[in-house]
């Protein structure tokens, strides 16, 4: 079966993303919203997460589940752009237009990943 480049870019994504988590840790454990605990391991989790969902949808077999997968991490971090466009230090000095733009492209990625369930 040969995969579609489109799925073979948002598995990169994924990846990058991942380990992006491991390099910049402080860069995304500021934007974790503090009502979560323990946002080092929680920066973890989401990085191994997306790193595994990433190779995973590269796996036919596995393609539909990491697409669930994804559906479900990109929903559990959502809280953390409503929290960096409520909260100026969270948002990295990012434009409010651009921190608000964020949310509906996380919809699109949503039904990007859908595609593949």
């Known amino acids: 079966m040969i995969l579609p480049w489109h799925l073979y870019l948002m598995a990169l994504m994924y990846v990058?993303?991942?380990?992006?988590?491991?390099?910049?840790?402080?860069?995304?454990?500021?934007?974790?919203?503090?009502?979560?605990?323990?946002?080092k391991l929680l920066n973890l989790i989401s990085g191994f997460a997306e790193v595994l969902l990433g190779i995973a949808l590269?796996?036919?077999?596995?393609?539909?589940?990491?697409?669930?997968?994804?559906?479900?991490?990109?929903?559990?971090?959502f809280p953390t752009h409503?929290?960096?466009y409520?909260?100026?230090?969270?948002?990295m000095r990012l434009p409010k237009f651009v921190l608000l733009l964020?949310?509906?492209?996380?919809?699109?990625?949503?039904?990007?990943?859908?595609?593949y369930t």
């Open 82 to 84: 409503i929290y960096m």
């Open 16 to 39: 990058i993303a991942g380990l992006n988590h491991f390099r910049s840790p402080k860069l995304y454990e500021k934007i974790i919203p503090p009502y979560f605990p323990k946002p």
């Open 86 to 91: 409520q909260n100026d230090k969270a948002g």
């Open 102 to 115: 964020r949310m509906p492209l996380q919809l699109g990625l949503i039904y990007w990943a859908y595609m």
């Open 58 to 77: 590269l796996i036919p077999m596995l393609s539909s589940y990491a697409a669930w997968g994804t559906i479900a991490l990109l929903i559990a971090i």
